[in-house]
């Protein structure tokens, strides 16, 4: 199977995931980003223009499908494939991929999505930036980055020197 088909079909999956299954997994109100967890991982392994095609491309699926706001999560995960295709490293893929940085790459474009999306969210509302990005970004950010554990923990098995 050609890779860009499975990085097709594997996007596909998680829209569907994160749009039915994982709403079940939220913490007061507070669900994990799958897909931004994704977008690092195809920023890590591939470089910073798919990583941008990718994260627009989900974006636009998630806005299509969770009907909200059209366009910001097409944004946001645009932005967070351009930022975590910095770190892409051709002879260290392995090596990023397997280790901590993971974690900290996925944590920092976490904050970086949420203080765009929330941004641009909160205009218009009773609700200031500074109490949206501390009641639901940082633990929208705590939560992403624990689940980026688990595939963390395969990378480390799969990966390990």
Known sequence: MPHSVRVLLITVLLVALQTTLI???????IIPDI???????????????PATVLGFCAGVMMDLLSGQFLGLSALCKTIVGFAAGYFFHDNKVNFTIGRYQFIVIVAMMSVAHNIIYFTVFVQ????????????????ATIYTTAVALLPWFVFTRKYSV
């Open 23 to 29: 709403p079940f997994l939220s913490v007061a109100n």
């Open 124 to 139: 218009g509302t009773d609700i200031g930036l500074a109490t949206a990005m501390i009641r639901f970004g940082l633990f």
């Open 35 to 49: 897909l931004l967890i994704w977008v690092v991982y195809t920023a890590l392994q591939s470089g910073q223009i």
